[in-house]
């Protein structure tokens, strides 16, 4: 046992504790927690952790939307009146219609220091230069990292409002040490370097901090990042707008994520019949906020898809954390799964595939359905460098049939021809 890091048993006294905190501050005063559970007879006082889980409902995007619907613009997810708020952000809007999302100060400060234990663990210090790679809007993310950085003493380096060339110069000028953006845009950004003779191989750049996509914890992805930026290391990261930052990488282990388990209650559930999943399983991800009391949500499914680790429960992991394991990161989101001739496809895996055999500078997935059964089709653009496309598409098709079983239909398209992102790829599309 690590003294640095608390104990299995510490851990969960402490998330007892905030939960009672949270459940005596948010009743009556939150409308929508007050009126959903006096509906269904739960009684607010726990006695522990398993009674809050076998007692207390799930709570769903679609009721969050209906609320914000019924009572808008802000829904009645508020513990609060509307002038203790301070924060406004929104959700991107890739599964569904958009949350608008309220925090007060205290709710935001909490959200910052969950924020900052992930610039630790990725070894991100005072007097580091951290690169925010993206245009600064309603999401969350970007503004809680640059705040996080910035308390805890970093030289913080918008990038917003910039082309991806000036955001290159301004990385190399500055001397930054440290980007923060996504997987997809840390390997625009290379391509970009490339296409102007830009060579990164030199750059101050230690450590890409990467979120917002599961490519993060995908080996083949993450490699091509770390080559493409001269073998800096790339630390995956996830979060929400609808609960804040979640997980951090495990220093000692690739792949994998920490919960922040001082800030969030959670569970992994299988998405069928809600029930626990043991270690080693793959289940949804349930999350209470514990520490975001003026907006918070109980044991929200959040669609995301993970594996849970036997570290941090049975044993301390190998960096001395007793925190939950997420084994792979964020594997996918269930409402992305499709079933190709009796095959389950995440995007993640066709993203390890297509990274993997490399060549590839962008690509797009098309599912269609024309009868009863779904067909996937892919579109790439090979790199400016890559001479025989025709040999790099056999090899895909190897490799698709390798790791799926599945014969694919590929073809090649003329460069600029696919769409690009600083944000969330655009890659699939369904029809």
């Known amino acids: 046992m690590n003294p640095a890091f608390p104990s299995r048993t510490e851990i969960e006294a402490e998330q007892l504790e905030q939960l009672r905190t949270l459940l005596t501050e948010i009743f009556p005063g939150n409308r929508f927690y007050s009126q959903k559970l006096q509906a269904t007879g739960v009684t607010f006082d726990v006695a522990s952790l398993a009674d809050f889980s076998r007692r207390f409902p799930f709570t769903t995007k679609e009721e969050l939307v209906a609320t914000q619907r019924a009572d808008p613009p802000f ?156 073998g800096a290391k790339v630390f995956d990261h996830h979060g929400m707008t609808e609960v804040g930052p979640v997980t951090y990488e495990c220093p000692q282990r690739p792949g994998v994520l920490h919960i922040s388990e001082g800030t969030f209650y959670a569970e992994v559930c299988d998405p069928a019949n809600g029930r626990r999943v043991e270690p080693g399983q793959t289940g949804e991800l349930i999350l209470t906020t514990l520490g975001r009391i003026g907006s918070p949500v109980l044991r929200y499914r959040t669609g995301d898809l993970v594996r849970l680790g036997h570290s941090g429960l049975s044993r301390p992991c190998d960096c001395g954390r007793c925190t939950m394991t997420l084994e792979g990161g964020i594997l996918g989101r269930i409402d992305d799964m499709v079933v190709i001739r009796g095959v389950n496809v995440f995007p993640s895996a066709i993203d390890e595939i297509v990274q993997s055999c490399g060549g590839v500078a962008e690509y797009q997935v098309t599912v269609t359905s024309p009868g009863a059964l779904a067909e996937l089709t892919l579109e790439i653009e090979p790199l400016p460098h890559c001479v025989d496309s025709r040999t790099l598409i056999q090899n895909l098709q190897r490799q698709f049939e390798t790791a799926l079983a599945l014969r694919v239909s590929i073809k090649d398209v003329p460069p600029g021809t696919l769409p690009r992102s600083e944000l969330k790829s655009r890659r699939w599309k369904k029809t």
């Not at 999401?139 to 308390?151: D, H, K, V, Y």
């Not at 440290?178 to 060579?199: F, K």
Request: overall charge neutral; glycine content about 10%; aromatic content about 10%.
């Open 75 to 230: 829904g009645t997810n508020l513990t609060y009146p509307l002038e203790r708020y301070v924060r406004y952000h929104q959700t991107s809007g890739t599964s569904g219609q958009p949350l608008r999302w309220l925090d007060t100060a205290e709710s935001w400060s909490v959200m910052i220091e969950t924020w900052t234990e992930v610039l630790l663990a990725a070894g991100v210090k005072r007097g580091d230069r951290v690169c925010f790679a993206f245009s600064f809007g309603p999401f969350i993310g970007f503004w809680l990292a640059f705040e996080s950085a910035a308390r805890l003493g970093c030289l913080c380096l918008p990038a917003g409002g910039l082309s991806s060339v000036a955001r290159l110069h301004s990385i190399l000028d500055n001397q930054a040490t440290v980007i923060c953006c996504t997987p997809t845009y840390a390997l625009r950004l290379a391509q970009v370097a490339a296409e102007e003779q830009i060579d990164l191989t030199h750059s101050a750049v230690r450590t890409l901090i990467v979120a917002g996509e599961p490519g993060g914890s995908v080996p083949a992805v993450r490699g091509r990042i770390s080559q493409s930026w001269g």
